[in-house]
């Protein structure tokens, strides 16, 4: 009887729990005792299955924690090498750096051999290093395949060109460069999986970055050097530029020159010759610091000259059969050659140049180029125009960088907007009308980027 009650309360109790509504007082003996035996054989089932759920869930969370583990595990090697590769210097030391990236790597993959071969822009890594492994043979094969379009991955299971061999190959490249490669042969346990090749991909990613910051780095030093090798060059030719232009009571002289890059191919300069005033306004073929060497070298020359002949024409044609002999055949100088003196008499050889023009009261005279260039060709005779100017007069004289300065819309300043200039211009000192000029062509010009030198020199007889 105790043992009934007991079970009445049993099912009272599970009814309660379960929600069920059963009038468990009214059963009979052998109906309660079905119940009970139902009862417990559905929470025997229950329980069962909690405890399989249970089991499931310890394997997915020890499944889970060995995937966070490795996790884990990746990105502390990523971190390690991060930490190698990430410290900038320069020199880099590649090849210190990559024997601790590997001893990183081997922590977190375990191999028996590596190859890494990398070229850099400062050094060739050749490394090589492992146990009970064939790498010279592997070494052949990767080079036989030559530049890798991307991971080789190969187990034991399948022959391949490395034979029946485990091997996880990454190139190492960034967008523009293909570095090279690193090399992994023959786990020491198992064989390579998608995780080691995961944390060797990202090695090969971090040591293509830091070999294009290496790149970069070595560009941008070479960039300062040639800028400061540049800038010396200017300094040099500027200096080569009269400091001083010569004047006499009724000669006065302005000149200016602006390179389009850093040094330029223009010349101008001015001296005593004999009775009066050697003034060249030049331009060498070409452009940069190779035009600005021949422009160094035919003022050297010019000067020479000048010391030992005794007229403008005898001067410029020794000049010319100097510079046949030291420029390439592609290299040549036009040149306006103009000797004055106080009497007003103009002496000019053009050779190959744009013309001058005579500014005066009664307008604008235009005198053209008629002889070639100089050093083209050997003893060619350059003729003399003598024009006897007015006073209160100039000359005026410039380089091409004038006429074919370009503005935004391709449109050049030419010859016509020269002429405007120089009629609009009222009498004034040589150093003013430079000026106006010089600012007219800028102004046009703004802007856009040249690609000529600007040089322009003004003589006033009064």
């Not at 059963?22 to 139902?38: F, G, Q, Y």
């Not at 001083?244 to 000669?251: A, D, G, M, S, V």
């Not at 010319?320 to 009497?343: G, P, Q, S, Y």
């Not at 200039?421 to 009498?427: A, E, R, T």
Request: with cysteine; glycine share 6%.
């Amino acid at each position: 009887m105790e043992m009934l009650e007991d079970l009445r309360e049993f099912l009272k109790r599970v009814c309660e729990l379960s929600g069920n509504v059963i009038n468990v007082e009214s059963m009979k003996d052998e109906e309660l005792i079905e119940k009970a035996k139902n009862c417990l054989n559905i929470v025997e089932s229950e329980i069962k299955d909690y405890a399989q759920q249970l089991e499931e869930l310890s394997i997915s969370m020890e499944a889970q924690l060995e995937e966070l583990s490795k996790t884990y595990e990746e990105l502390a090697t990523i971190f390690e090498v991060n930490k190698i590769l990430g410290t900038f210097e320069y020199p880099y030391h590649l090849s210190e750096k990559i024997e601790k990236v590997l001893n990183v790597v081997k922590n977190a993959i375990p191999f028996k051999g590596v190859i890494i071969k990398l070229k850099t822009p400062d050094e060739t890594v050749d490394y090589k290093e492992g146990y009970e492994v064939d790498l010279d043979s592997v070494e052949k094969k990767i080079n036989d395949i030559g530049e890798l379009s991307g991971v080789v991955l190969h187990d034991f299971s399948k022959e391949t060109i490395f034979g029946k061999m485990n091997i996880l190959i990454v190139p190492v490249r960034s967008i523009n460069n293909y570095w090279g490669y690193i090399a992994l042969v023959e786990k020491e346990q198992g064989i390579f999986t998608a995780a080691d090749r995961k944390i060797l991909e990202s090695v090969s990613q971090q040591i293509s970055s830091a070999l294009d910051r290496i790149e970069f780095m070595k560009d941008e030093i070479e960039r300062q050097r040639m800028k400061e090798q540049l800038e010396i060059a200017r300094n040099i030719q500027l200096s080569l530029f009269p400091k001083n232009l010569p004047r006499t009571e009724k000669i006065a002289l302005a000149a200016t020159s602006v390179p389009a890059i850093h040094v330029g191919g223009d010349y101008y300069d001015a001296f005593r010759f004999r009775d009066g005033i050697l003034a060249v306004v030049a331009d060498v073929s070409g452009k940069g610091v190779p035009a600005a060497l021949l422009m160094s070298s035919a003022r050297a020359a010019l000067r020479s000259i000048s010391k030992t002949t005794n007229n403008l024409k005898s001067l410029i044609k020794e000049l010319n059969n100097t510079l046949v002999e030291d420029l390439t055949d592609d290299r040549f100088i036009t040149m306006i050659a103009m000797h004055i003196t106080d009497d007003g008499k103009l002496t000019i050889v053009n050779a190959g140049h744009d013309p001058v023009y005579i500014v005066s009261s009664n307008g604008i005279r235009e005198e053209s180029a008629e002889d070639i260039p100089l050093g083209i060709i050997s003893g060619y005779n350059y003729e003399e125009k003598v024009i006897y100017m007015p006073e209160g007069s100039f000359v005026v004289a410039y380089t091409d960088g004038v006429p074919e300065a370009r503005n935004v819309k391709g449109e050049e300043f030419g010859f016509e907007r020269l002429e405007e200039v120089l009629k609009s211009s009222s009498i004034c000192d040589p150093e003013n009308l430079m000026l106006r000029i010089k600012n007219a062509v800028f102004e046009f010009s703004k802007g856009a980027s040249q690609h000529d030198d600007t040089t322009i020199m003004v003589i006033r007889y009064s």
